[in-house]
């Protein structure tokens, strides 16, 4: 009952239900002695039947139950039966009666104010600050900068640790989870209980690959790169770094060029130790990029996880002075061969053509070495399925109707002003259907004679007002054949600008269907951000590269946002019969706002100017041509 009490106002109906007799004004109901003797007894119980746990280090006095008279008697009596433990109860706030100060979901901004009172000898804790439903949450990183920065703050409680949902299946057997509302029960809040770092069979979710990273033992700061010299800072608070072992990685892309294994860690809990790795400095290679990333393992098998089981990571780019990416001259290709007739344009060169649609302002048609490269696009995308902490975003981005985006061309013409180089210049507007224009946007897609397309976009904003924007970039639908990816930037596994944190930059290569993360409640997900370059290609290795000027947001897909939009549960998505492309220059960061503060400013798109450009180029997979394509200067196109 004290779950219930406090200063929430009960109906004397509801009290006669539990036995309590009340007469006069409920309000009043905490300055009644029968209900601070139903306080007391409640504590006492706690207090007598969890005193000898060892892990019982703090009493709480409830939870979201108000805060009142009866929670300071329940305080005075543990203090009385028990004066060796703290009391914590994130109600009262600061008030005297706790020894802990407490919040819920409070903004960075606000926790970092919190760590530099003066004033105030208690510890402050976040008894819950992250949100984790879904597709989340973002911006741990940023929450743990403060409390490892200020001494005071004590840390806090993701909320939480797993989807509470029941498996199901379809009459065909396919797998799915229930919530809220699946059983025709009324009322309901839904899949809010579908709030967890694992899914509800206890699979981790990509948050607690982010989690682990955050809240990692083992940090490395980086001393001077170039003479190979750290400080490895020990974050445990009892133990020592004796039971792992350390190993660092000297790479060139995705090319390991040099490795070793860190001296024995003999690091006391809270120490560091400066060490100077023994490396070469490689000849850095004309628009190359080099890594030196650490791994730390168990050095012996525990009885939660076998020798071997990584425990931290660290990665750094290597201040390298690396020579220009060469010039591809526009003068050394070879020259393309135009047709035109209304509302269309065919661009041939040595082994592929281009058909361009200036009716709807689109390439219609792509083939390399006779195999088709796609269906449609590519055009502008600004729309995300909602992921639950974009709840009340999305509420913005639905109201001016960027969910119903209509594409009207204004004016389209090919100019070929060299005989290596035709470009197609769109003009068009954007809008919610019934809904004034809300952008303007001008592409300009210039085929090269290397076989290159180039696509500049410039969108402009039509309206004061607008909402931060879900993303900005290109979508394209590819073939279903084109069904693998490779990519260069960060992964293995899904991230987002503010959790991206244990993503480690690297060459990954993935299937299309491997790359979709299955959120009991479908919502955005698969992106890879600071992407240099990514290949979308066919059993053969035939298919399309595309590079960053300088990074992209990737994500293939056999769903596009509608479908991932529109379907409530897993089994209702129906896999497409095509790779859905995503290449977006900027995705809004995730925060925690289905019931904490949402993503924090610099992870916001402000809808104003944006100015960005793709290199797409069809090509023949090998080991090494991603790379050194991707290396080559594109200034001059």
């Not at 309901?188 to 981790?204: E, I, K, Q």
């Not at 792509?366 to 399925?385: E, S, T």
């Amino acid at each position: 009952l004290a779950d219930r009490f406090g200063l929430y106002l009960i109906d004397e109906a509801d009290l006669e239900t539990h036995g309590f007799h009340f007469t006069g004004d409920v309000s009043q109901i905490s300055k009644d002695p029968a209900w601070e003797a139903a306080y007391v007894d409640r504590a006492s119980r706690m207090v007598e039947r969890d005193k000898n746990h060892p892990a019982v280090i703090i009493w709480s006095l409830g939870n979201e139950s108000g805060y009142g008279p009866n929670h300071d008697a329940m305080a005075a009596w543990i203090r009385k039966a028990d004066p060796t433990r703290l009391i914590h109860y994130e109600g009262a706030g600061d008030a005297a009666v706790v020894d802990i100060v407490s919040v819920m979901y409070p903004k960075v901004s606000d926790l970092i104010q919190q760590g530099q009172k003066t004033d105030d000898p208690r510890p402050f804790f976040m008894c819950e600050y992250a949100h984790a439903m879904g597709n989340g949450p973002g911006n741990l990183k940023e929450y743990w900068e403060a409390i490892y920065a200020y001494p005071r703050l004590l840390g806090g409680c993701v909320w939480e640790w797993v989807d509470h949902a029941v498996r199901q299946h379809t009459p065909d057997g396919e797998e799915w989870f229930a919530y809220g509302g699946d059983f025709g029960d009324q009322p309901n809040d839904g899949d809010f209980c579908v709030d967890g770092l694992n899914w509800p069979d206890r699979t981790p979710y990509p948050g607690l690959i982010e989690y682990k990273k955050i809240i990692a033992p083992v940090k490395v700061e980086a001393v001077d790169l170039l003479a190979g010299k750290v400080t490895i800072l020990n974050r445990y608070a009892f133990l020592s770094l004796r039971h792992l072992d350390g190993a660092w990685f000297l790479s060139e892309g995705g090319n390991l060029l040099q490795q070793g294994r860190l001296p024995a860690l003999e690091v006391s809990a809270g120490g560091a130790m400066d060490v100077t790795l023994p490396y070469t400095l490689p000849e850095p290679i004309a628009g190359a990029e080099y890594w030196l990333t650490f791994r730390f393992t168990l050095a012996e098998d525990t009885l939660w996880a076998a020798r071997g089981f990584e425990i931290a990571t660290e990665q750094f780019q290597l201040p390298l002075q690396v020579p220009a990416a060469p010039a591809l001259l526009i003068k050394s290709m070879p020259s393309l061969a135009l047709e035109t007739s209304p509302n269309r344009a065919v661009v041939r060169g040595e082994d592929f053509s281009l058909k361009l649609d200036t009716f709807h302002g689109v390439m219609a048609e792509w083939v390399y070495q006779g195999k088709p490269l796609l269906n449609a696009g590519p055009r502008i995308n600004l729309w995300r399925a909602p992921t639950d902490n974009d709840i009340n975003l999305a509420k913005e981005w639905q109201s001016v109707g960027l969910d119903r985006i209509q594409h009207r061309v204004v004016n389209a013409e090919v100019l070929s002003n060299d005989p290596q180089a035709v470009t197609m210049d769109v003009e068009a507007v954007l809008g919610g259907y019934s809904l004034a224009p809300l952008f303007k946007v001008r592409y300009f897609t210039t085929l090269y004679g290397s076989g290159d397309v180039v696509i500049k976009t410039i969108l402009t904003p039509l309206q004061d007002g607008l909402p931060p924007l879900a993303r900005v970039g290109l979508q394209m639908r590819l073939p279903s054949s084109l069904d693998r990816l490779t990519w260069y930037g960060r992964g293995p596994h899904e991230n987002y600008v503010d959790r991206q944190e244990s993503a480690l930059v690297g060459v990954y290569t993935s299937t299309v269907q491997e790359q979709y993360v299955p959120y009991v409640f479908p919502q955005e997900n698969g992106n890879k951000s600071d992407v240099r370059w990514a290949a979308v290609t066919d059993s053969r290795g035939i298919g399309l590269l595309a590079v960053g000027l300088p990074l992209l947001n990737v994500s293939a897909l056999h769903y596009t946002p509608e479908d991932l939009t529109h379907a409530r549960h897993t089994y209702e998505l129906k896999q497409r019969d095509e790779t859905i492309l995503s290449l977006d220059i900027v995705q809004c960061g995730l925060g925690s706002n289905s019931c904490g503060p949402g993503p924090l400013d610099k992870y916001l798109i402000d809808p104003q100017e944006i100015t960005f450009s793709v290199r797409l180029k069809p090509f023949r997979l090998d080991e090494s041509l991603p790379m050194r394509l991707s290396r080559q200067n594109l200034e001059t196109l």
